[in-house]
């Protein structure tokens, strides 16, 4: 499989960053996280998180890269977050989404803990997107409130799940597909870029005819005018594929996998 991928990440209007991203282009292994906690917490949530899953894959073959291994990998950076919070009181409380990508010649596998989003998107048209484990995904699942009023409530940025050190392990929700084309991309973002992109946007400008620089660009160009949040995305579009492997297509599914 050839990709290409382009990356953004940015302050926003905030006074620092505490988004993280890692791409380990020869493993297919691409991570967006977005920090909580404030006093720099969230920084460093989502940067050991990453650390922590690189330094797991470092010799790992990319072909032997299984929902096991990620979710072992994702259960490693909470241990490790839970021993920097034993040594440092003072980080308690700090937390992390996460939305991970791996790719490989026979599927793509993904995995995600918060509101930070992955979207497969072919020509213009989102064939899957992550669902958020927050407050407002659950109102407006359960009826409570309208799709419209989730970007306009006052909870908007309340998660259900995160990767913290607090002794505990989140639950990953976790997708795979066979269904690889070429020119299907790949978003992986936290909430930031959400706040001025939507899916209208995305059906718009995620063509096999877009620049992937001018895609980045554009969407960069977009959230530092609108968005207030911090905001990082990884773009990810296949350019070439194995013939064997458009030969097997299979839709989503949905898998829990527990200890």
Same mark, same amino acid.
């Given at each position: 499989m050839q990709i290409s991928f382009k990356t953004i990440s940015s302050t926003g209007k905030r006074e620092q960053n505490e988004d993280a991203f890692l791409t380990i282009e020869e493993a297919g292994i691409f991570i967006v996280c977005d920090g909580v906690g404030g006093s720099n917490k969230g920084e460093i949530a989502s940067n050991k998180t990453c650390d922590s899953i690189k330094n797991y894959f470092k010799d790992f073959d990319s072909e032997t890269i299984s929902i096991s291994e990620i979710k072992k990998s994702i259960i490693q950076s909470e241990d490790f977050l839970t021993e920097y919070v034993n040594e440092n009181p003072e980080s308690e409380g700090m937390a992390t989404t996460l939305s991970f990508l791996k790719l490989s010649e026979q599927k793509s596998i993904i995995a995600h803990i918060g509101d930070s989003r992955v979207?497969? @998107?072919?020509?213009?048209?989102? =064939?899957?997107?992550?669902?958020?484990?927050?407050? &407002?995904? +659950?109102?407006?699942?359960?009826g409570f409130i309208? #799709?419209?009023?989730?970007?306009?409530?006052?909870?908007?940025? &309340? @998660?259900?799940?995160?990767?913290?050190?607090?002794? +505990?392990?989140?639950? #990953?929700?976790?997708?795979?597909?066979?269904?690889?084309?070429?020119?299907?991309?790949?978003?992986?973002?936290?909430?930031?870029? =959400?706040?001025?992109?939507?899916?209208?946007?995305? +059906?718009?400008?995620?063509?096999?005819?877009?620049? =992937?620089?001018? =895609?980045?660009?554009?969407?960069?160009?977009?959230?530092?005018?609108?968005?207030?949040?911090?905001?990082?995305? &990884?773009? @990810?579009?296949?350019? +070439?594929?194995? #013939?064997?492997?458009?030969?097997?297509?299979?839709?989503?599914?949905?898998?829990?996998?527990?200890?």
């Amino acid at each position: 499989m050839q990709i290409s991928f382009k990356t953004i990440s940015s302050t926003g209007k905030r006074e620092q960053n505490e988004d993280a991203f890692l791409t380990i282009e020869e493993a297919g292994i691409f991570i967006v996280c977005d920090g909580v906690g404030g006093s720099n917490k969230g920084e460093i949530a989502s940067n050991k998180t990453c650390d922590s899953i690189k330094n797991y894959f470092k010799d790992f073959d990319s072909e032997t890269i299984s929902i096991s291994e990620i979710k072992k990998s994702i259960i490693q950076s909470e241990d490790f977050l839970t021993e920097y919070v034993n040594e440092n009181p003072e980080s308690e409380g700090m937390a992390t989404t996460l939305s991970f990508l791996k790719l490989s010649e026979q599927k793509s596998i993904i995995a995600h803990i918060g509101d930070s989003r992955v979207y497969h @998107i072919r020509e213009g048209k989102i =064939l899957f997107q992550t669902q958020d484990h927050s407050l &407002v995904n +659950e109102l407006v699942a359960s009826g409570f409130i309208k #799709p419209e009023e989730a970007k306009s409530h006052p909870k908007k940025n &309340v @998660i259900t799940k995160a990767i913290q050190g607090n002794g +505990e392990n989140a639950e #990953p929700d976790f997708y795979e597909t066979k269904d690889l084309q070429v020119n299907d991309y790949f978003l992986l973002c936290t909430d930031g870029i =959400l706040e001025s992109i939507d899916n209208a946007f995305i +059906e718009a400008n995620f063509i096999s005819t877009q620049n =992937l620089t001018d =895609l980045a660009n554009t969407v960069f160009e977009q959230c530092d005018a609108k968005s207030n949040d911090n905001f990082t995305a &990884v773009f @990810i579009k296949l350019i +070439e594929i194995k #013939p064997e492997n458009l030969k097997s297509k299979s839709w989503f599914s949905f898998l829990n996998i527990f200890s």
